[in-house]
């Protein structure tokens, strides 16, 4: 979109705003972002969202009205479109993992875990299986004990989930304050996942990991959780365009599942005798 087509967009939305300059930072099988610089001199974020069977709307705009509606200037819960304030801020990296950092994840995380959801909006599950032969044969072993893992969840532990809860959409501002952003992939699913996948999205060892004194007292299940999210990971790059990108992602995921595996391995031996 260009200048002239993103203020007549706003426009047409009543938008009080209007763009000085645009840049399309994403454009994935799900949304198109924009970068917007307004000639008020602040920064907005535009998505237009495509359609998609995985995502939950109403869910992503309960929880967003819920924790961020004043970031919003604009929201359509019908079909995923929205104009809001654009964060500034530092992206997590790897090296930030901390005990400290956990303790933040947490608190963030708790936010929306502990939300009271309408019973009008439909409680979805993650698709947890797709019918992909080239992980059954050969990935048979895991697949099994990812299976096994899933049969585990239950009531107690299953609880609102963000699902894509990574270093991308997530914003430190220079106050310390924490913008998670992007509830699209919301369901019901394990209390740990989203923990595990912001783990997975850091690539953080086993060993940094166990230095958390919250993990450390219940490694072998972290590490479970871990283990199932990246093979949920690799279920995801086949539902996707297999474009180079998505291939290179899906092999680098392959290894830090084969890495996860052997530490399961070691803390189940009967496991490793299979």
Request: proline fraction near 2%; include cysteine; aromatic fraction near 14%.
């Amino acid at each position: 979109m260009t200048v002239s087509q993103i203020n007549q967009w706003l426009k047409a939305k009543s938008i009080n705003i209007e763009a000085k300059s645009v840049k399309k930072i994403n454009n994935s099988f799900t949304n198109n972002i924009y970068r917007i610089l307004g000639t008020d001199g602040k920064l907005y974020k535009l998505r237009i969202a495509n359609e998609n069977p995985y995502i939950n709307r109403a869910l992503e705009y309960y929880i967003e009205m819920q924790l961020n509606k004043s970031s919003f200037l604009y929201y359509d819960k019908k079909n995923g479109n929205y104009l809001r304030e654009w964060y500034v801020g530092k992206i997590l990296k790897k090296r930030n993992w901390s005990q400290k950092l956990f303790d933040d994840l947490e608190i963030e995380i708790h936010k929306y875990q502990s939300l009271s959801v309408p019973k009008e909006i439909n409680m979805l599950y993650p698709k947890y299986f797709d019918d992909v032969q080239e992980i059954k044969d050969n990935l048979n072993q895991e697949f099994q004990y990812y299976k096994n893992i899933i049969k585990t969840f239950n009531t107690k532990n299953l609880v609102i989930s963000h699902n894509d809860f990574s270093a991308h959409n997530i914003i430190v501002d220079s106050e310390g304050i924490y913008h998670v952003y992007d509830y699209e992939w919301s369901t019901i699913n394990h209390k740990l996942w989203d923990i595990c996948n912001m783990i997975k999205d850091l690539e953080v060892s086993i060993n940094q990991i166990a230095k958390i004194s919250q993990i450390q007292a219940n490694l072998r299940e972290y590490v479970n959780i871990i283990f199932t999210v990246h093979f949920y990971t690799i279920f995801w790059t086949y539902r996707v365009k297999p474009t180079k990108q998505v291939l290179k992602y899906r092999k680098h995921m392959l290894k830090r599942l084969a890495y996860w595996f052997d530490q399961i391995k070691l803390l189940n031996p009967e496991q490793k005798k299979k």
